[in-house]
Structures are given as structure tokens and as C-alpha cells.
């Protein structure tokens, strides 16, 4: 939530720059960590669907009916299909809502080709941080 959230912010911060040797972030990915980048479809998307997928989450976690319990829930369960199945509860026949045959791959989104840690899910604190924001605007 809070890496959605604060990509869609509007505001820029050092996180946002290429982080050499971090773990918990994907080669050339300055926005998502490794567990926010595999486990919610974002691996492996084009530019649009990377959007798309941002403001999806976004419009999820303002949905009356969303639980962030639920949703982690779903996200750690063995069945790659329960993140799916959760959020087909809160946004019912999402995956028509935020596709398109000509901008997305036929499979968009992959939310069932998720990574697992074997060893663990790596801890990452990066994005809790105070952003810049413009001078003249009270944040």
C-alpha cells in the first residue's frame, strides 16, 4: 500500500532514484521492492500495464470493502489464484475493467506468477521516508 501510494503521490524523492546493491529492490527498479514487484503482478509488465496496476491498487484500497488483513491473507496463501479471487470480491470482473487488447498482453495481469521466497521475505524500509515536495504548498 505504502509503495503504491507514495508512486502515485505526485511528489519526488531520493527514493525514486536506481538503488546499486539493494536486495530488497529488482535490478533497474527504483519504485517497487522484490516482494511488491512479484507478488502483485508487476513483474515482467510493459509501462501501461505498470500503470494500470498502480491505479487499480489505488482504486482498491479505497473500496469500502477492502482488508488489508484479507488481501496479505490472500497474497501468503499456497493458491496462486486467492490474491485473484480477493480482489475480484472488492473490484467484481477487475481484470476486464483494467485491460485492453491493444496497450496489454492477452495474460495481463499475471497475478497467479508470483515469486516465492524460499528463504524468507526480505525486510524493506525504503519507502518509509519523507518525500520533497514543491516550495509554496503546505503538505
Known amino acids: 500500500m505504502a509503495e503504491v501510494s507514495h508512486t502515485l503521490s ?11 546493491g539493494a536486495q530488497c529492490h529488482p535490478k533497474h527498479e527504483t519504485h517497487l521492492s522484490v516482494e511488491g514487484d512479484g ?3 508487476f513483474h515482467g509488465t510493459v509501462p501501461w500495464e505498470r500503470w494500470q496496476l498502480l491505479n487499480f491498487y489505488y482504486h482498491v484500497f479505497q473500496q469500502s ?3 488489508p488483513r484479507a ?3 490472500a497474497r ?3 493458491d496462486p489464484g486467492a490474491l485473484e479471487q ?3 470480491t472488492v473490484v467484481p470482473n477487475f481484470q476486464k475493467k483494467i485491460g485492453n487488447p491493444y496497450l496489454a498482453d492477452a ?3 499475471k497475478l497467479k506468477s508470483r515469486i516465492t521466497f524460499h528463504s524468507g ?3 524493506c524500509y525504503c519507502v518509509l521516508h519523507n518525500t520533497v515536495g514543491p516550495e509554496g504548498l503546505d503538505w
Not at 10 to 20: A, N, V
Open 107 to 109: 495474460m495481463f495481469p
Open 71 to 73: 488481501m496479505l491473507q
Open 10 to 20: 505526485g511528489q519526488y524523492c531520493h527514493y525514486f532514484r536506481p538503488k546499486e
Open 86 to 88: 480477493y480482489l475480484e
Open 39 to 41: 507478488d502483485f503482478g
Open 65 to 67: 470493502a477492502f482488508d
Open 121 to 123: 521475505r526480505m525486510v
Open 76 to 78: 501468503r496463501s499456497e
